[in-house]
């Protein structure tokens, strides 16, 4: 069992920078391949980025490709998102989600979810 808590997020304008966080609970935290996702009002969560057990291999989604990071510190349990040049169509609910040894952008394989956390971005 895994539990996720984000942090990070809020109101900023366009252009601006946030970093999102995401703690987990327990012993297994680099077992897991880490994944963000987001969901804007009215339309469905869509994957943003993911992050092998280690670090080594990341993956991202075409609108974030080279605005957004995915990081991790297993040491401390987190994983990261830093997003850059945010733009209002960047306004979502953002969630961290841990896969079970699975590399993948599918939801339906990410096991445990965080409550998400509100990023607003205006123009």
């Known amino acids: 069992q895994v539990q996720l808590v984000e942090s990070g997020g809020g109101s900023v304008q366009a252009g601006d920078s946030l970093r999102l966080s995401c703690a987990a609970s327990g012993r297994t935290f680099s077992t897991y391949v880490m994944g963000w996702f987001r969901q804007a009002p009215g339309k469905e969560r869509d994957f943003l980025a993911a992050i092998s057990e280690i670090g080594g291999i990341t993956s991202y989604a075409d609108s974030v490709k080279g605005r957004f990071t995915i990081s991790r510190d297993n040491a401390k349990n987190t994983v990261y998102l830093q997003m850059n040049s945010l733009q209002p169509e960047d306004t979502a609910v953002y969630y961290c989600?841990?896969?079970?040894?699975?590399?993948?952008?599918?939801?339906?394989?990410?096991?445990?979810w965080g409550q998400g956390t509100q990023v607003t971005v205006s123009s």
């Open positions: 989600a841990a896969a079970g040894g699975t590399w993948s952008q599918y939801q339906s394989d990410y096991k445990y």
